[in-house]
């Protein structure tokens, strides 16, 4: 939780601001979502799309905090197909 948050919510909170909490909590929430989903789409581009060869399963676990079977699971064909929409940088 970011300091500004933190001292939003000092106090009795529940009690006397709970329509804030519950909208930071749903504004977290949002900005976990889309963290999943980029690392979800970075997997899958670097597994599928990366070429000679992709990048391994243990180095991008270590790079995503996952376990080796979560980076291999961790996307679906739909995120290797807006992976690879996804304009590159030629370079």
Do not use: K, W
Request: aromatic share 6%; net charge positive; glycine share 4%.
């Amino acid at each position: 939780m970011t300091p500004s948050l933190l001292t939003r919510f000092e106090g009795n909170f529940l009690m006397n601001n709970s329509t804030d909490l519950l909208a930071a909590l749903r504004e977290a929430r949002c900005r976990r979502d889309a963290a999943d989903r980029d690392i979800r789409r970075l997997i899958a581009q670097a597994r599928e799309l990366t070429y000679p060869r992709p990048y391994t399963l243990a180095c991008l676990a270590q790079a995503a905090g996952m376990s080796i079977s979560g980076v291999r699971t961790a996307y679906t064909p739909a995120d290797v197909e807006h992976a690879r929409q996804v304009p590159h940088d030629s370079h």
